[in-house]
Every structure is written in structure tokens, then in C-alpha cells.
């Protein structure tokens, strides 16, 4: 997987996958690369896992999300939205 994350694939990939954007793609890239390098994955795999709820390393207990995964899931939102004050 690539180690970066542009606007176009999101918005690519959510297009493809639900019909229409209802994010700020930037502010979403930029959380995704933020919380990658934070926790050590590829902005894809913090994308994804954001999107998707697909597994990391640690996030999940079989179906359930850990306190670790939720910790990912919280920091991705604080990231989102304190851009969001830069604004």
C-alpha cells in the first residue's frame, strides 16, 4: 500500500463505494496522514480502517473495536476538526 493518500482517492473510493462526498476531502487527507505517522501505519490503512472499519494491528477483539482502535478512531476526529478552526 502507498505511503500517502491524495484527495482524489478518497473521493474516488467514496464515490465508487457510496454515490456521493459528504466530507471535506482535504481535511480528511491531512487526518489520515497525521494519524498514520502518530500510530505508524500508511494513510490508506488509517483511511480504510476509518471508512471501512477495517482491522489493524491491535483495533479489533473479533468484531468488536478495542480501547486501542478507538483510541485511532478518536485522535482521526480531533485531527478532522482542528483543521477545521485553521479555516
Known sequence: MSNTISQKYIRDYIIE?????????????????IVAKIYGYTPKEI????????PLTGTHSRVIITAY???????????YHEMYKEI
Open 69 to 79: 482502535g478507538r483510541e485511532i478512531r478518536e485522535e482521526f476526529e480531533v485531527q
Open 17 to 33: 463505494q457510496y454515490g456521493e462526498v459528504r466530507h471535506n476531502l482535504r481535511r480528511m487527507a491531512k487526518a489520515c496522514r
Open 47 to 54: 483511511f480504510h480502517f476509518m471508512i471501512e472499519q477495517k
